[in-house]
């Protein structure tokens, strides 16, 4: 699909444009023009993107999504790569990510867009110009602008999201931390991971767009762009942040299990030590009191009195190494 606008002022707006009116379009200076490919295959692109007169290097780089966050200065306009990240679900455990590519090359009175999978972003920015051609007056890189304040304001949603999903995991490590808290914390720094390896090149594409000197963006125009990369600092140091929460929540599950475990085994252990000189005891003897047999040797030891005294002794045996144990504090 081929999308685009032309505004000049004074006019109304034209949307939609054939590919020879937006050809006719593109070398009127006097307006601006947005074209927009989704998912159209190359051999529909290329054409379009040669009449523009760009680079073969460029249209490659364009039609081949393949590359980081980039910036290329051509002189008379430039190209850049930014990234663009959603989230096609959210659960429990099941964080699934998804980022897209989206190529734009800026000129004196025109961008073209060029994207493989639709962004609600675009969609966004283009109906709002359409309802509000204020940015495009503003002139071609005025409107650049607003597609990347877009695309980056973006990635707010997807924060809060992160950080509401990494206060439930500390809860739940510190009340019932199961395999599956541990499965959604993996899942967060995979996410996590993913936004960084964005937002530091993409950081830097604005850096340049904010400092440099480019003939396609008016100098006033730089505070605009300024103000996104403060954003991706702002982004990036959230990012920081919550990586390291993710951490101190993984160290954290990490030291419960592991306090469980020795609860658990001190536990046994009691048990196992209390039994121990009951077992002990019980070979010895081998508890035949209730079977004696007259002129056996050991007839003395078979009766009754010595039946409790050994009982007694079964039962106070216990009770001393467990009082012994608390007051040594192992229990």
């Not at 159209?40 to 980081?68: N, R, Y």
């Not at 990240?85 to 090359?105: C, Q, R």
């Not at 009175?109 to 940015?135: C, E, F, G, K, W």
């Not at 809060?160 to 395999?179: A, K, L, N, S």
Request: hydrophobic share 45%.
């Amino acid at each position: 699909m081929i999308r685009s606008i032309f505004y000049i002022p004074g006019k109304p707006l034209q949307t939609d444009l054939e590919p020879g009116a937006i050809l006719r379009a593109f070398r009127n200076r006097r307006g601006v023009l947005w074209v927009d490919f989704v998912a159209e295959p190359p051999e529909v692109c290329q054409p379009i993107l040669e009449s523009f007169g760009f680079h073969p290097l460029a249209i490659d780089d364009a039609l081949q999504e393949t590359h980081s966050p980039k910036i290329d200065d051509w002189g008379n306009y430039i190209y850049l790569v930014l990234n663009y990240m959603h989230l096609n679900g959210v659960g429990k455990s099941n964080w699934e990510t998804e980022v897209d590519e989206l190529d734009i090359f800026l000129g004196p009175n025109y961008v073209v867009t060029h994207h493989d999978h639709p962004m609600p972003t675009i969609d966004a920015v283009l109906a709002a110009s359409q309802r509000d051609m204020r940015a495009l007056h503003e002139g071609a890189d005025h409107l650049l602008y607003k597609i990347i304040d877009n695309v980056v304001t973006d990635y707010m949603p997807i924060v809060e999201r992160i950080d509401e999903e990494i206060d439930e995991i500390e809860d739940q490590v510190f009340d019932r931390p199961t395999p599956r808290t541990l499965e959604r914390l993996f899942a967060l720094k995979r996410v996590l991971l993913s936004m960084r390896r964005i937002l530091l090149p993409q950081r830097e594409v604005l850096n340049k767009l904010a400092r440099d000197d480019y003939a396609v963006i008016d100098r006033k125009d730089r505070i605009f762009f300024r103000d996104i990369y403060d954003h991706l600092v702002r982004l990036h140091d959230l990012n920081e942040t919550m990586r390291d929460l993710v951490g101190g929540a993984l160290d954290t599950y990490l030291s419960v299990i592991n306090n469980r475990m020795n609860e658990v085994m001190k536990t046994l252990t009691i048990i196992t030590t209390l039994f121990m000189p009951l077992s002990f005891i019980v070979g010895f003897f081998g508890m035949n009191f209730f079977l004696p047999r007259s002129g056996d040797a050991v007839w003395e030891w078979m009766q009754r009195p010595v039946f409790y005294i050994v009982l007694a002794f079964v039962i106070a045996t216990p009770t001393f190494m467990f009082r012994w144990m608390r007051r040594r504090t192992w229990v």
